[in-house]
């Protein structure tokens, strides 16, 4: 079945590197779109981008200068980088699949657990 | 970036009421909105898609609408399990962005 599942350290420094993986099975990185949403407690989610089946990517404008997102298919694994970390960074971090290629078919159908990512000193 | 407003912020209804939750958008999406419930501990949970069409699973008593810019998701008899916070994306453009959310109770 499909599942998706984030690891990564649940507590960052301030002005450090967050990285985490996203581990997939039960349906392929070249054939599905997988996309990173965080949320910070209490405030609603906020898509952060995407790794296209394809292999292209997009971003949020408000977080591109800071996101890096990568893959590696054999291992079907999608990567978050984003660095300069703050306070306000703090929140759960989701991947999150596309159920479909088509726009008008277009919805986050599978999600991981979420992993939660404090930034603190 | 495309603003969705959604209201109420919170409510609380009574079991077997029909629920009305409406996001506005700040610009035309035509139909790109989704819905997704969210339950604490849980990740959230996709309901509509294309504005009206049911994600897989989702029970029959939930619909999505549209009127111009917009959008309704309606529960026709609520139940205890409908408890959470639901929220609305749209993803007409890049950024892809969610509503606020409206958190609903059960009174």
């Known amino acids: 079945q499909v599942q998706l599942k984030e690891s990564g350290p649940g507590l960052v420094q301030p002005s450090e590197t967050l990285s985490l993986t996203c581990t997939v099975s039960?349906?392929?990185?070249?054939?599905?779109?997988v996309s990173w949403v965080r949320q910070p407690s209490g405030k609603g989610p906020e898509w952060m981008g995407r790794?296209?089946?394809?292999?292209?990517?997009a971003y949020n404008s408000a977080l591109k200068s800071r996101l890096s997102i990568s893959r590696d298919t054999s291992k079907n694994q999608v990567f978050l980088k984003m660095n300069s970390l703050q306070t306000d960074d703090t929140g759960t971090y989701y991947c999150?699949?596309?159920?479909?290629?088509?726009?008008?078919?277009?919805?986050?159908?599978?999600w991981g657990q979420g992993v939660m990512v404090t930034v603190s000193s | 970036d495309i603003q969705l407003t959604q209201s109420p912020s919170s409510m609380s209804a009574s079991l077997g009421d029909r629920v009305s939750l409406t996001c506005q958008s700040s610009?035309?999406?035509?139909?790109?909105l989704s819905w997704y419930q969210h339950k604490p501990g849980k990740p959230p949970k996709p309901m509509i898609y294309y504005a009206t069409n049911l994600a897989d699973g989702v029970p029959s008593r939930f619909s999505g609408s549209r009127s111009g810019s917009d959008y309704s998701l309606t529960i026709s008899s609520l139940e205890s399990e409908d408890t959470a916070i639901y929220y609305c994306?749209?993803?007409?453009?890049?950024?892809?962005?969610f509503g606020s959310g409206t958190k609903l109770e059960i009174k």
């Open positions: 039960g349906f392929s990185l070249t054939s599905y779109s």
């Open positions: 790794m296209w089946y394809d292999g292209d990517t």
């Open positions: 610009q035309g999406i035509g139909n790109y």
């Open positions: 999150t699949r596309d159920q479909s290629i088509l726009r008008i078919e277009e919805l986050f159908d599978y």
């Open positions: 994306l749209q993803y007409d453009e890049y950024p892809l962005t």
